[in-house]
């Protein structure tokens, strides 16, 4: 499938974009976060969980910890590869209880575990193009999620361009 692309101009864009994802991703759904560091990740998490009804204050980056569950309308599980120095360590953190579960899985680096990861989810590669500014890439890898994507092209296409 050909990948989504949504340019953020600020991150009120960004919030739009974890809105809209929140709303289209269906649950059990894996969502690997990959770009530098700063990219936004950590950003687009909070979007996703404040969407479902998480404090945004309370979703941190888990670099130390490796995961965080918060509980809102949905469940989500917010993963964090950085510190992980092989399969073998991520795979130590019981993922598969996750993917098999009802929850949104979220997975920051997750280019370091690909792996590990399944081979039906979402994947969003994030590029810095600007102070403020980000282009997600957004790609169903299988074809579970196809449907979730369109979905989320017409919800951001419905949406008014950022002004502030």
Request: charged residues 25%; hydrophobic residues 40%.
């Amino acid at each position: 499938m050909n990948p989504f692309r949504y340019e953020a101009a600020d991150e009120r864009a960004t919030a739009v974009l974890g809105a809209a994802l929140a709303e289209v991703l269906p649950e059990g759904t894996t969502v690997a976060l990959c770009g530098t560091l700063g990219a936004g990740k950590t950003r687009l998490v909070q979007a996703i969980a404040e969407a479902a009804g998480v404090d945004r204050r309370q979703v941190l980056s888990p670099t130390f910890v490796l995961i965080q569950e918060y509980r809102g309308r949905r469940a989500i599980c917010h993963i964090d590869a950085y510190r992980l120095r092989d399969d073998d360590e991520f795979l130590a953190l019981g993922p598969e209880e996750y993917f098999e579960g009802d929850g949104l899985i979220l997975i920051e680096w997750a280019d370091r575990v690909q792996s590990c990861l399944p081979a039906e989810r979402i994947e969003v590669r994030i590029e810095v193009t600007g102070p403020e500014s980000r282009r997600f890439e957004i790609v169903s890898i299988g074809p579970t999620y196809a449907e979730a994507i369109g979905q989320l092209q017409q919800r951001l296409a419905a949406q008014p361009p950022s002004t502030a």
